[in-house]
């Protein structure tokens, strides 16, 4: 299994990707984050926020693919104004990005998906 | 869910929100001194006097451990139980302190809680009346203090 240190650099590296963070799946908290490309003000509180919600939001999409006999939700993109937030799950934590609105998705989708399973 | 019930009118709107952006079961509001200032999930004024006398005992034992441990005290706990999980933290509002101690469980996350308890702060320090009621100090009558609290969230014993 990779370092999360290691996947975290490996996704931050990605073209667009703004932030990118290991997240723990059940309580939301950060276990290892890049910093943020740009350094916004109150990068810390954006990132901290974005984990927990993300991470919560991709337990309730688990929940409706269960519900829908879908089984686990493989990737989960939100599509904002101004950019996307990707969750992929990994077992116990999750892999959350904030991307650029212009990045190349496929590109993000297929590291993340290849780094969480390096991660299972 | 139920609405908070409140001995000071001011904090019933940032409970409430704390209550259903956090998702929490149940939830107290107190001062360090043990006295309630809101509540909400409990339907027992007993319940509301056991946890607010247990909180106010664990903020002051978890303070001094922090300042002999870390040289401050502690901001905030988290216990995770096997269904259920327990958050106590303080909060400030200028001046005054205040204890929240919130129940939650795999409906919502810690991260989560910790968020909108970020939110509920600054909803305290914005809505603090200019003039506060008269908070005394602890007077030594610490189950007196605690039954007058609980007298403004629950009505007197005998019409609780």
Request: proline share 4%.
């Amino acid at each position: 299994m990779k370092a999360v240190s290691q996947v975290v650099a490996t996704l931050s590296r990605v073209p667009g990707v703004i932030a990118a963070m290991v997240v723990g799946a059940s309580d939301g908290l950060i276990v290892e984050t890049s910093a943020m490309l740009g350094g916004a003000d109150g990068a810390g509180d954006i990132r901290k926020h974005t984990a927990a919600l993300g991470a919560y939001l991709y337990s309730k999409a688990t929940r409706a693919s269960h519900a829908a006999r879908l089984g686990n939700p493989a990737f989960m993109r939100l599509e904002a104004e101004h950019g996307h937030i990707c969750v992929v799950g990994a077992r116990d934590v999750v892999l959350v990005t904030i991307v650029t609105p212009d990045a190349n998705l496929g590109r993000v989708r297929l590291d993340m998906m290849t780094a969480a399973k390096g991660e299972a | 869910m139920t609405d908070p019930t409140v001995a000071e009118a001011w904090v019933a709107g940032p409970l409430r929100r704390l209550m259903e952006d956090a998702r929490l079961i149940a939830g107290v509001l107190l001062y360090p001194t043990g006295r309630a200032v809101g509540q909400f999930g409990f339907s027992n004024a007993a319940d509301v006097m056991s946890i607010c006398a247990l909180t106010s005992a664990i903020n002051a034992s978890a303070r001094e451990l922090g300042r002999q441990l870390d040289g401050k005290p502690f901001y905030e706990m988290h216990h995770a139980g096997a269904e259920r999980q327990v958050f106590m933290a303080r909060a400030s509002a200028g001046a005054q302190e205040f204890l929240f101690v919130g129940v939650f469980d795999r409906e919502s996350s810690l991260g989560v809680v910790e968020i909108y308890f970020g939110e509920f702060q600054k909803a305290l320090e914005k809505l603090l009346p200019e003039k506060q009621p008269a908070v005394p100090g602890p007077s030594g009558d610490f189950e007196g203090e605690l039954n007058r609290s609980l007298d403004a969230l629950f009505g007197p014993i005998g019409k609780r």
